[in-house]
């Protein structure tokens, strides 16, 4: 397979970084070898590898880079901070999250990770999403003092990419699927409801039912 050949629209690029995606979000960068993510794929050996990526280190970093990038192409930048927006916002997040749920664990492990010299890496590549979510509390200072806002930033990102990063956790406390169409939809409820109050952009208690939270449906599991 060439770097034009396809598999269901898919290049043969793509087809490694989705291999390498679950792989070093279920092992992290240390348990993943390149034999290990040329047996995920077609491919007939590491050499065709090779081709694409120069070395593991390189290829993390476009997985990484992929998925970051995805993200932060969801949230427009010019925005008004309303509440329709922020359900918008909110529904494209989690759906791009449903659809890819390695990411969020991917991310997490990358904070984990202990290699030293990945550690620029990171982050580099994770500091267009925290310049992103610090844009998105612009003004909470009405609400938070200066000092909580990071604690308020570090809530947000655990509330949004920690369900799906610790997914199986749940699993096994909660004894049903995360991950089911049902149950995201009803994760995306309470988060749009918690990330407007926690920004001060409503709704207030009592005004569930008549948000504009049910508009939006569950997405089609992948």
Do not use: C
Request: charged share 25%; net charge neutral; hydrophobic share 40%.
């Amino acid at each position: 397979m060439n770097a034009v050949e396809t598999q269901q629209g898919r290049t043969s690029r793509d087809i490694i970084l989705d291999a390498a995606v679950r792989l070093f979000a279920q092992r992290g960068f240390a348990g993943v070898s390149m034999r290990d993510i040329v047996a995920e794929t077609p491919l007939k050996n590491q050499a065709s590898l090779y081709h694409h990526f120069k070395n593991k280190r390189a290829l993390y970093e476009a997985v990484l880079s992929r998925g970051l990038d995805d993200i932060v192409s969801l949230v427009p930048e010019d925005r008004t901070n309303s509440l329709r927006e922020l359900g918008t916002n909110l529904d494209r997040l989690l759906d791009y999250l449903s659809e890819h749920r390695h990411l969020a664990q991917l991310i997490q492990r990358a904070a984990l990770d202990d290699g030293r010299y990945l550690e620029s890496a990171v982050t580099t590549l994770l500091r267009p999403l925290y310049a992103q979510g610090k844009e998105a509390l612009t003004g909470v200072e009405q609400l938070w003092q200066p000092e909580e806002v990071p604690h308020l930033a570090a809530g947000l990102y655990h509330l949004i990419f920690g369900y799906f990063a610790n997914a199986e956790l749940l699993r096994a406390v909660v004894l049903e699927d995360p991950l089911s169409p049902a149950a995201v939809q009803r994760q995306r409820r309470f988060l749009k409801g918690a990330v407007a109050r926690l920004l001060g952009i409503g709704p207030r208690a009592g005004e569930g039912s008549t948000s504009p939270w049910d508009d939006h449906q569950p997405p089609s599991p992948p």
